[in-house]
């Protein structure tokens, strides 16, 4: 089976979780099925920047990305053909759209745009919006992360029967204490740490995060606040931080192995988002058995599992929650070991061979029906 994939997100300024995602999810199709797979992009003079490259061959279209999009949205042109010929499934692996003429899969990441708009741009939401209409009319399978993405699509009209739920997984090998000590000395990391991972952008909740951590340190804990991920929108992180950073580390984007082994070296990751379609770091977290404090009632308690060992659960917009629980956590070495075992083995059950599966089942499923 030859299938044609979207891969201009892993152009976009902020790629973000959705071109790891769809990253991730090629690496595991390419390791775990004969599928000839082809990435298809706008026009672009130099590749996709580290480590967003496509581990699939790649071809563009003659067009930018902004008037792709247009075209692909609004005119239903150029088909994907014009890239890399006839193939028997397409897979809009963001919320682009294109033009498929044939069976076509959509992976929808999440739906948060709808019930926050003010958290996104008139364009953005422009397009959303327009992904969302297409994807109901066309989308021969739609694909979730998570079944609480999928039930978000279900609420927003499209059919349960063509939604299949495939969760993401990682395969990142854990970080040796050769490299969590390198990376604590490179960043000069000498105390405990709280661990944050994420682009800042208002869903992710940094600022409940970082009230959070500070009562813990006026408490007198030693545990100091680590942020990593790169600045996205609408959210000042200079203005959300103050004055006063003692025992605060902002290092911007890190690299894949030098961000395994901060997790691993962290006492915890806090990641109480507001909405989330999977919560990768939450996973990635506990692949190098760390324990997490995450959101009830999003997808990333789905991650963590229903009896929560492998974390905590709190309401996201409780900072009191939010900071009892890292207390929890970090004041008590008992139940930080016994929930960093219970993280490895929840994270062990998201494997990439199981994602492959999955999309793979998407993809016969969706050339067995008609295309639309």
Known sequence: MRVAVTVEQ????????????????????????DLRIEGVSAYHRHPAPPPFVPPVPVSSLPLPR????????????????????????????GMVIPPAGVPLVVT????????????????????????????????????????????????????????????????VPVAS???????????????????????????????AVVRAWRRLHDAGS?????LVGPQGWSEDLDRLLGADRAGIHVLGFVGARELAALY????????????????????????????????????????VGE???????????DVTAIARALDAITSDTNMRNTMSQAASARASVFSPAATAAGMSAAFVTAAERPTR
């Open 66 to 93: 902004t008037v792709l999009y247009e075209a692909w949205h609004w005119l239903r042109l150029p088909p994907l053909r014009w890239a890399v010929g006839e193939v028997d499934v397409a897979w809009a692996s």
């Open 177 to 207: 204490d050769d490299e969590v000590e390198s990376v604590r000395q490179r960043h000069r990391l000498r105390a405990p740490y709280v661990l944050w991972v994420g682009t800042v952008e208002p869903r992710k909740n940094l600022s």
């Open 264 to 303: 691993r070296g962290a006492e915890v990751l806090c990641y109480p988002s507001r909405a989330e379609g999977f919560g990768l770091p939450v996973l990635e977290a506990m692949a190098q058995g760390t324990p997490v404090v995450t959101s009830t009632g999003t997808a990333t308690a789905e991650v």
């Open 222 to 226: 030693a545990a100091e606040l680590v």
């Open 10 to 33: 892993c152009w976009h300024r902020v790629p973000g979780g959705t071109a790891s995602a769809t990253i991730s999810t090629l690496e595991a199709l390419v390791a775990h099925t």
């Open 108 to 171: 929808v990441h999440d739906l948060d745009w709808v019930a926050n708009p003010q958290a996104f741009t008139r364009r953005g939401l422009r397009l959303f919006r327009r992904s969302l209409a297409l994807t109901i009319r066309d989308a021969a399978v739609v694909v979730c992360p998570s079944r609480a993405t999928a039930d978000d699509c279900v609420r927003h009209g499209i059919s349960a029967r063509r939604i299949e739920v495939v969760p993401w997984s990682v395969e």
């Open 307 to 317: 009896d929560a060992e492998a974390g905590l659960l709190v309401d996201p917009g």
